[in-house]
């Protein structure tokens, strides 16, 4: 970038100059900014990968969860029966927690009744 002769230019001439340098700013920034988005998202890639982790894992400990569940009920009331409770008392918890989560995003989104 070369700094503008004040003395030679003209008004018309500075607001050129003036425009360049303000492409070059808005350039520059843009590229800052793209930079800095893909260090975030590098970062955030880690963090995604053990948050997936660690669903799968809660997932899989909350089948085995359910499936014993069953398995103890089976020797007290059948295993038809067992599997019904079970099932049922699963179902009311996750519409208990569907209900929450739909709660919160209305509440985030402003609809709030």
């Given at each position: 970038?070369?700094?503008?002769?004040?003395?030679?230019?003209?008004?018309?001439?500075?607001?050129?100059?003036?425009?360049?340098?303000?492409?070059?700013y808005?350039?520059?920034?843009?590229?800052y900014?793209?930079?800095?988005?893909?260090?975030?998202?590098?970062?955030?890639?880690?963090?995604?990968?053990?948050?997936?982790?660690?669903?799968?894992?809660?997932?899989?400990?909350?089948?085995?969860?359910?499936?014993?569940?069953?398995?103890?009920?089976?020797?007290?009331?059948?295993?038809?029966?067992?599997?019904?409770?079970?099932?049922?008392?699963?179902?009311v918890?996750?519409?208990?927690?569907?209900?929450?989560?739909?709660?919160g995003?209305?509440?985030?989104?402003?609809a709030?009744?």
């Amino acid at each position: 970038m070369d700094a503008p002769q004040t003395e030679d230019a003209g008004i018309g001439a500075l607001i050129g100059q003036l425009t360049e340098d303000a492409k070059d700013y808005a350039r520059a920034e843009l590229e800052y900014y793209k930079a800095l988005a893909r260090v975030k998202v590098a970062e955030l890639k880690g963090a995604a990968i053990a948050a997936m982790l660690a669903l799968a894992l809660a997932l899989a400990a909350a089948i085995g969860l359910i499936v014993g569940a069953i398995l103890t009920l089976a020797t007290l009331i059948g295993p038809g029966w067992a599997t019904l409770i079970v099932v049922g008392i699963s179902l009311v918890f996750a519409a208990l927690l569907g209900w929450a989560a739909a709660r919160g995003v209305q509440r985030v989104m402003g609809a709030t009744k």
